[in-house]
């Protein structure tokens, strides 16, 4: 895929878990590129930075500190973005809970809870606000992150992986809804990233050996490009590459 950023001029851009790592990224790279981005997250201070950023690289942004465990604040999101534009033309569902890594039959009911909630009720609740002004876009384009972690299902991390699949799943069925419209839905695994989740998950791991946020965030920038085709698929960074899922007879 082209690593050329994408124009996107007078474009609107929601992006989730906006306020660090690979989303803070996203936005503050998408504004560069022409998008006024909605930048989402639970943290003030980290989207107040972000703000700063984009305002002295001539960009805008608007800020939104929610937390996606607040549903019902995820469907006036969808209503007050109505209202200001009457349309969106990117998602970038990024938000994400790590949980715990532990053994299946040690994890806290409340952190399973937690985790299903943040990465698959709020990005399913998210799709559902977002879907019809994605749809009145010339060209939406819906990235979600999942992870590496939704195949290779690991020891040890199985309520994050089995988010993610779910995840996945979600994107591919609601790619499948799309496919004759313009809106264009994908998933992304970013591979390991010199993220502060990564450094919770494997505390033992050198982070100079893995790429920076900025870095994964720049390969990713495409996929909201108006000239992308490819929906419905699987996006690996590491290997620069669209993996296409497969699906039964």
Do not use: C
Request: proline content about 6%; overall charge neutral.
């Amino acid at each position: 895929m082209t690593t050329e950023t994408p124009d996107l001029s007078n474009r609107i851009a929601l992006v989730t878990g906006a306020s660090r790592g690979i989303g803070y990224q996203i936005a503050k790279q998408m504004a560069a590129a022409g998008a006024h981005v909605i930048a989402v997250a639970r943290t003030v201070g980290g989207l107040e930075d972000l703000d700063d950023e984009i305002k002295a690289a001539g960009g805008q942004a608007t800020l939104v500190p929610l937390d996606l465990t607040d549903v019902e604040g995820i469907d006036r999101l969808g209503g007050a973005i109505n209202d200001r534009w009457g349309k969106l033309d990117i998602l970038v569902a990024n938000a994400g809970v790590l949980g715990v890594i532990s053994p299946i039959g040690h994890v806290e009911a409340k952190t399973f809870d937690k985790v299903m909630t943040v990465n698959v009720t709020g990005t399913w609740r998210l799709i559902r606000s977002v879907d019809p002004l994605l749809r009145k876009s010339d060209a939406g384009r819906a990235i979600v992150l999942s992870s590496g972690a939704a195949h290779s299902a690991r020891a040890f991390w199985g309520p994050y992986a089995a988010s993610k699949a779910a995840v996945e799943t979600l994107a591919r069925s609601w790619a499948d809804e799309t496919r004759n419209m313009p809106l264009r839905v994908n998933s992304v695994d970013p591979g390991a990233t010199r993220t502060a989740m990564r450094a919770q998950a494997v505390p033992g791991e050198n982070p100079d050996t893995l790429p920076t946020p900025a870095e994964v965030a720049a390969r990713i920038l495409p996929l909201a490009s108006p000239g992308l085709r490819e929906t419905g698929m699987l996006y690996q960074v590491r290997q620069d590459r669209f993996v296409a899922y497969r699906n039964p007879e």
